[in-house]
């Protein structure tokens, strides 16, 4: 995402939905006068088989303004289309987009109605648990090939060898410096010609390729610079692979892309072990999930091992990996736990963190890159208003006096025609091919000037000691030499140097993926070197949210910028001392982008930042609280990218129920002295399979569940059971789960729905408040042995109200973890929910003297999590009864009346004595005393 990109102050009204055009050549008609219209090209010039940027020279910026005109006149697009229909490479698959999406058309906005702006803000970098893996059944394709990139580590030899005893045909290429043995190839350099050479030996076109593995192991020396090489060759790597993966993803198996390092099993965030070098290669993270949004098609993940694990172990949890159901772009394995990337609101205490560092003040020195313009020049001018310190701006724009003829010119527009005035003096036509360059360059560069003039002006009208060097931070030497008289007085750095190369991934070329990495990386390194790194107290690098989120186009620059987001983690472990910001910006209004670009960041619902709130962020940055906020996203706070919807044919997962039976919490749910799944874990293992295979959109409601088996681990259950989930055509996803063995036992099944928009909170309805509880004490039907629960589930407390037909009781219980989240869903925690469970049991011994076990529910609504050791209220009703069933609602509410789950026709077997092998729970003992 371009981080100096505008929004307008108020957005333009929308003109009422087009009819959506349907004939193929109507369609692309109308795009190429559409194209014509925004660039100035005639109809006839815009071939529909040219490439947009490479053939008709539109840039990036102006194709977004292309795709926000679309939008505007055809709003039945969805998002997820439109974010598409702008990286289309020529006119004729813009067509195609376009005519595809009108044969199943959305309901269009009601005119000059947004989308939702999705939430923004401040947010630190952090990790969140992940449950095992559950795996596609058959994913790819029989016998697939996979392309290993191979750096000559141990962990590239055991995916090699774990790979093949899966069945897969491993075809190694070994990076330039490694010797890759007999059963490889090894790449004598780095340039792109070569890669492409050896892929095409290797995997020649007309065979399939199903996966490509890029392998940055341990155990080789590797120097910083060294990485950075490496990162630059792996977008190569993607773009002359990532073609092949989507033509075998066409027929409908898996193809995907992946990406192996060793930082520290926490994807870089814990440091990498302080070793810089290691940590760019987090970068790769960047890539791939950029890759993921520019290419949907195929599935994209990053693997991070911690170093230590026997490579063969780690090589089992990278098949794991490529097989998994969820498209979960990042994941962190240390051995035991499963993690992924998360936002919270604090710092995560597996950060490095350090002591307190005093905010910048007159004794600083702070050198800032890429301070004379933009964003960071904005900055720079907050922070002088606040705390004047000494500074020194480098940059590549040359310092120079105004020429006369264009004193007093400050807008671009005026420097223009300033230009091209002084060209007609001169003899030479403005207008003209050979001139017309020349003359655009002149005003550019007399702006810069204008604009680097006016930033110093600023901070040295606000106590700063400000000073500029014309210097390319990527020239190694030239930065030596500039700096050296500086390098013992500064006492910060302030890294905000970059450049966009936006270009589809097949477009890239290794001058561009250069020029946008060594910007980043490269820059800050020069840097680095030059200056004293115990002198340091401040460390502050400008990213963007490109890196976190992955953005379209820009798989280099989101590459480069997660890279620097893995190096602050590193320098904060290697120098604690430092204060260390890795500071992930969003789109600011302000800069580069046009109207009509800031109307599509509009439309996908993407917050863009004013420069107070931006600047805001940056100066609090240095307070003594954000200390410890070594990685902090400014801005969206959500991917831009919807999540893709479940596949049209739905999927199957195969779950390994291994040491399920040992889980504490089933332990403390047995019957007859076998754990037993509860009737909740069952709906959060279905929901769960739904959120994740939805990408993560929450599920708000649930529809007709039932136990047909259940499951008891009593050493006679399967080892693994197979989860087949199914669109349905109203939206829902029907759940099955089954034994994955012969024969197929049905266990559970239900319909389940998402949220429309993941992470949008839904408004509970109030309910009437309930009285001031009382003390909390548990229930005494669990001593009594009504209740068999064990302690881990006990968390029914006073009953508040009962009568035989309404039952009110307080409620409080930590939750447990359960199978590291297998069984549970966004808004759905199965040993709290069980707590509902309970109070309609309670309600069922009082109108029929016996235990109810719950078979199925008609209908459970999830309005927000119930909390998680904190007091909440439980209200079960009856609905009917009789001697076999009892059917009643359960709503759970918080203190103050809020409703946040109803749970309407939960239904039980009445386990009378009587009924024989229908008592399934046991006879009652209460406990000693």
């Avoid at 940056?618 to 003594?624: G, H, K, S």
């Avoid at 009382?774 to 589930?793: I, K, N, R, S, V």
């Amino acid at each position: 995402m371009n981080t100096s990109a505008n929004q307008a102050e108020a957005p333009a009204p929308v003109e009422a939905p087009g009819t959506p055009p349907t004939d193929p050549a109507e369609v692309e008609r109308i795009l190429r006068e559409l194209v014509a219209e925004k660039t100035g090209y005639t109809v006839e010039m815009v071939d529909p088989s040219l490439d947009i940027q490479t053939d008709l020279g539109i840039d990036s910026l102006k194709q977004v303004e292309i795709a926000s005109e679309a939008w505007r006149r055809y709003p039945f697009l969805p998002r997820e289309e439109i974010y598409r229909f702008a990286q289309a490479r020529t006119v004729r698959e813009l067509a195609g987009l376009l005519a595809a999406s009108t044969t199943a058309p959305a309901a269009p906005a009601a005119p000059g109605e947004p989308v939702p702006v999705r939430p923004a803000g401040r947010a630190c970098v952090g990790l969140r648990p992940l449950p095992p893996v559950d795996t596609l059944a058959d994913p790819y394709r029989p016998r697939p090939t996979a392309l290993l990139v191979a750096d000559g580590s141990a962990l590239a030899d055991a995916l090699a060898t774990a790979f093949t005893a899966e069945g897969w045909n491993v075809r190694r290429l070994g990076i330039p410096g490694t010797a890759d043995g007999a059963s490889g190839r090894c790449l004598p350099d780095w340039r792109e010609g070569t890669l492409r050479k050896e892929i095409g030996h290797l995997v020649p076109p007309e065979e399939r390729l199903d996966l490509c593995l890029l392998v940055a192991g341990r155990g080789t020396a590797v120097g910083a610079r060294d990485a950075v090489t490496r990162l630059r060759h792996a977008v190569l790597v993607a773009k002359h692979t990532v073609p092949a993966l989507k033509r075998a993803a066409a027929d409908g198996h898996r193809a995907g892309f992946l990406a192996v390092t060793q930082l520290d099993g926490a994807l870089g965030l814990a440091g990498s072990g302080g070793d810089l070098a290691q940590a760019l290669h987090g970068g790769l993270g960047g890539l791939t999930k950029a890759v993921a949004v520019e290419e949907p098609d195929v599935f994209c993940r990053t693997v991070d091992l911690a170093p230590g694990l026997d490579p063969a172990e780690s090589a089992g949890q990278v098949v794991r990996e490529a097989a998994d159901a969820a498209p979960v772009p990042e994941v962190a394995w240390d051995g035991v736990s499963r993690r992924a990337l998360a936002l919270s609101p604090r710092p995560s205490g597996l950060l490095p963190s350090g002591p307190a560092v005093d905010e910048p003040g007159p004794d600083d020195f702070l050198v800032v890159t890429g301070g004379a313009r933009g964003i960071t020049a904005w900055c720079l001018i907050a922070l002088a208003a606040r705390r004047p310190c000494r500074l020194l701006l480098l940059g590549r724009t040359p310092q120079a006096d105004p020429p006369d003829w264009a004193a007093g010119l400050d807008t671009l527009p005026a420097l223009r025609e300033a230009c091209a005035a002084r060209s007609r003096a001169e003899g030479r036509d403005p207008r003209h091919p050979d001139h017309q360059e020349a003359v655009e360059a002149q005003a550019q560069l007399l702006y810069r000037q204008r604009e680097l003039d006016a930033t110093l002006t600023a901070l040295r009208g606000l106590g700063a000691r400000a000073d500029y060097l014309g210097v390319d931070v990527g020239d190694t030497d030239a930065l030596r030499t500039a700096l050296a008289p500086y390098a013992d007085q500064v006492t910060g750095v302030v890294h905000g140097a970059g450049v966009l190369a936006d270009q589809p991934l097949a477009a890239k070329r290794p001058r561009d993926v250069e020029r946008v990495v060594a910007t980043k990386l490269t820059g800050l390194l020069n840097v680095a070197d030059v200056l004293p790194a115990e002198r340091l107290r401040h460390l502050v690098l400008f990213t963007s949210v490109s890196g976190v989120f992955g953005n379209g186009r820009q798989t280099d620059y989101a590459m480069a910028n997660e890279a620097l987001n893995r190096f602050a983690c590193a320098w904060k472990a290697a120098r604690p001392g430092t204060r260390v910001a890795a500071l992930a910006w969003g789109p600011w209004r302000g800069g580069m982008a046009t109207e009509h670009t800031q109307d599509l960041f509009r439309r996908l619902g993407v917050p863009v930042l004013s420069r107070e709130e931006g600047c805001a962020y940056f100066t609090e940055q240095f307070a003594a609280e954000r200390g410890d906020d070594v990685v902090a996203v400014l801005g969206p706070l959500t991917p831009p990218v919807p999540p893709a919807p479940l596949p049209s044919g739905g999927a199957e997962l195969l779950r390994d129920l291994t040491g399920l039976a040992a889980e504490p919490v089933l332990r403390d749910h047995t019957i007859d002295g076998h754990p037993v799944l509860p009737m909740t874990a069952a709906i959060g293992w279905c929901l769960g399979a739904v959120e994740r295979t939805a990408g993560g959109r929450a599920v708000t409601e649930v529809r007709d569940f039932r136990v047909r088996k259940g499951l008891v681990l009593n050493g006679a259950h399967p080892a693994r059971a197979r989860v087949v989930l199914r669109p349905r055509p109203d939206g829902g996803t029907t759940v099955t789960v089954h034994d994955d063995a012969a024969p197929a036992v049905p266990r559970y099944e239900g319909v389940f729905r998402t949220a429309e928009d993941t992470g949008v909170p839904r408004p509970a309805p109030a309910a009437p408040a309930a009285a001031a509880p009382p003390p909390f004490l548990f229930h005494p039907a669990y001593d009594e042995g009504f209740l068999f629960h064990g302690p881990l589930l006990r968390g029914l407390g006073p009953v508040l109200h009962e009568d035989d037909a309404r039952l009110t009781v307080q409620a409080c219980l930590p939750d447990p973890p359960l199978a590291g989240g297998a069984y549970a869903g966004a808004y759905h925690s199965p040993a709290l929910a069980d707590l509902l469970l309970q109070a309609a049991a309670l309600l069922g011994r009082r109108v029929c003297g016996h235990r109810c076990l719950p078979v199925a529910v008609e209908r459970v609504e999830l309005l927000a999590p119930l909390p998680d050791g904190e007091p909440f209220t439980i209200t079960a009703e009856l609905l009917d009864h009789n001697p076999l069933e009892l059917t009643c609602a359960v709503t759970a509410c918080l203190p103050d009346g809020t409703v946040l789950q109803r749970w309407s026709g939960l239904k039980g077997i009445v386990a009378a004595p009587q009924l024989g092998s229908r008592a399934a729970w046991p006879v009652p003992h209460p406990d000693p005393a």
